[in-house]
């Protein structure tokens, strides 16, 4: 497999396992983000009274972090895709039209599974 993934690399001129580990990295870092607005929420449920906060503040707060926690996860998410599709093999191929997607596309957005074209169309809801 180790083969397959070094002759992959070289066919797409791609420093797959550099890619790899920048997605780990990013990956460790959205998991500490996580911890880290988990202790900041532990901190102002003991520092700030309660009848001091108003229900509107809360509220917002709440769906802040609901974004927040929601876009997180959909980043671990395909982080986690794109390590599994390295692994397998499969990374730097279209999902639209089965070509290779440009090197230059997947050192700028790692996760990318569609090429320029294809991500255009799906974006004006074509694909």
């Known amino acids: 497999m180790a083969s397959d993934l070094q002759d992959f690399s070289v066919a ?9 580990q920048t997605l780990l990295d990013r990956r ?13 929420l532990r901190w102002l449920d003991t520092d ?12 917002n707060i709440a769906r802040l972090l609901a974004r927040l926690d929601d876009r997180g996860k959909a980043e671990i998410e395909a982080i986690d895709a794109t390590l599994a599709r390295i692994a397998a093999g499969d990374y730097g191929h279209c999902n639209g039209c089965g070509k290779p997607i440009p090197s230059a596309r997947l050192e700028a957005m790692p ?7 294809c991500a255009a169309l799906q974006e ?4």
């Open 12 to 20: 797409m001129a791609l420093p797959i396992e550099s890619i790899r």
């Open 124 to 127: 004006r809801g074509r694909f």
């Open 48 to 59: 700030v009274e309660a009848e001091v906060e108003e229900e509107g503040q809360e509220e």
């Open 28 to 40: 460790a870092a959205l998991f500490r983000k996580v911890a880290q607005v988990e202790d900041d």
């Open 111 to 117: 996760t990318a599974v569609t090429c320029v074209d």
